[in-house]
């Protein structure tokens, strides 16, 4: 194993890796390709409402997972910018239809009005249902760029992290859990469909642009169980303790509305000390990966991803 | 040419084909695999509600068109299988989130409460955007049973049909055109992503599940792009013909909203007369097909789908 590539001790970026310029880089590739791909020639102002809902504003942290992963892999970055796009899209369309008036009716996002304040209710659960399908349109492209077994594995994923098993199993649960005291067992299989799956789906995404051993297709799906899970962690953290201008949004949210959180359930330490057990284990699923052998440093931008999300302070 | 296989007078059946027979057999594999298929397993309700938007109901013409052409072409039932239910997991979905208050506002749909009067609007919606993500993973099995290039080329073609430049983008138009005078072209355009593209992607679904000759495909979608057109002319003019209980809708319901439709704009002769032309031009593309070359029959069942869309009562 590679001595300088090590686990990090939590809130420490690796020495040698500058995630702000890796990702400053790679969010101008992702920004440029969504430009490109969403549907400027859709008709009757759906694409205008459909751009409106993705372009400029996010953290885009799927895509950077999609394309951390492929390179761990060594895999097409071709494939996996459009891999990296798509996921964004099925985020996108998921906060458009969370944002109605039937689910959450929350009308600001990012600091502009929601999709359905600007363009009308109807036309924004278009917009959502157009952009899911945009995406696996992203992922099928029929130019001999992406060969057929990645296309393929890359719809499989993505169709299951996006569905009933997935995102949208998770917003059924928590649909259904307002007002109630969950188990942390409920808890965690909320959020590990909600959120987790399609952060997990994500990583598993950029690594079937490449090809590696099993093994080390397992240890990214583990490491991305890991960070999904404490993405919404920190989530539920930082709801409560991080102010409103910092945060971007309104903290204290989800208690005010009787949600279940990690913070109610565990406390704010003992939360704490999760979020950093799963970095932990997300780091070890990476140093047992065996991707980076040989002196090659192929998981530093995953590493330096989970060090991110968990101590993030927005 | 067989002499046999000849275009079918308009309103005459082919002599030699039991349309009812073949159709069902082949739905009561449909119906079977949909049930099989529909998210038994999706958490809190979800998949109560997804299973009552897709079982028990409805003409289930897209997968008999998937399948159809996947006889056409002699292709691969098991894929041609998987298309057809995927096919009308986006018809369903369609349904679900067109009848939601924001949109259509229906409370009965084939003489049941439509989803969200039954399961609250919020679960509506999200039945439906996990409707969609299911027809790509019907779409995308891992078991070997698919070649990756049908399964690529099947996500690829679907994604289109229910996109922003299909399915998607004519509900958009639609929204924007209540109580416009639309010129022919507008009107053929709107139904042309509305209900045609993906009436005729099930039928490039279905041709997709085999290998064809190019020029085989290109008829097939041409035969498609008719009948797609020919279903929203006939649906306009039974709408204003069809009593409620032959229709088990409501009928002048559309001119009541006062959405354009064919009749409006053409009257009711020439609306009759457009669909039979339309009818024409479909058979008219089988028979350029060069599918029934050798005395074989393989597109009858798509020749009498044809006649059976046109001709219907409701």
């Not at 492929?70 to 996108?92: D, M, S, W, Y």
């Not at 913070?263 to 950093?276: D, H, I, K, N």
């Not at 931008?301 to 101590?311: G, K, P, S, T, Y």
Request: with cysteine; glycine share 10%.
């Amino acid at each position: 194993m590679d001595t300088r590539v090590r686990p990090l001790a939590s809130g420490v970026r690796a020495p040698d890796f500058d995630l702000r310029g890796w990702s400053s880089a790679h969010l101008e590739r992702v920004e440029q390709a969504l430009s490109g791909w969403v549907a400027a020639d859709a008709p009757a102002g759906l694409g205008d409402a459909m751009r409106y809902a993705v372009l400029d504003g996010g953290k885009r942290l799927r895509p950077l997972l999609v394309l951390a992963a492929c390179e761990a892999v060594q895999g097409n970055g071709h494939a996996a910018l459009r891999a990296a796009c798509a996921a964004e899209l099925i985020h996108a369309y998921s906060l458009v239809h969370d944002d109605l008036p039937c689910m959450d009716d929350d009308v600001l996002r990012r600091g502009k009005p929601t999709v359905h304040v600007q363009f009308g209710v109807a036309r924004a659960l278009l917009a959502g249902d157009a952009l899911q399908a945009l995406a696996f349109e992203l992922l099928t492209p029929d130019d001999g760029t992406v060969a057929d077994i990645v296309q393929a594995t890359l719809c499989r994923l993505l169709a299951r992290a996006a569905g009933h098993r997935g995102m949208a199993g998770g917003q059924a649960i928590d649909l259904a859990s307002v007002g109630l005291a969950l188990a942390e067992a409920q808890l965690r299989e909320m959020h590990r469909l909600k959120t987790g799956a399609l952060l997990q789906g994500s990583v598993m995404m950029g690594a079937a642009c490449g090809v590696a051993p099993a093994a080390a297709g397992a240890a990214l799906a583990r490491y991305g169980a890991a960070i999904g899970l404490a993405f919404q962690v920190v989530d539920d953290i930082l709801d409560v303790t991080a102010d409103s201008a910092t945060l971007g949004k309104t903290p204290g949210k989800d208690a005010a509305q009787d949600k279940p959180t990690y913070v109610s359930l565990l406390g704010l330490e003992r939360s704490r000390a999760y979020a950093q057990a799963l970095l932990a284990q997300a780091l070890a699923a990476l140093d047992a990966s065996g991707l980076d052998a040989a002196g090659q440093e192929r998981t530093q931008a995953l590493r330096a991803l989970a060090d991110m999300v968990v101590n993030r302070d927005k």
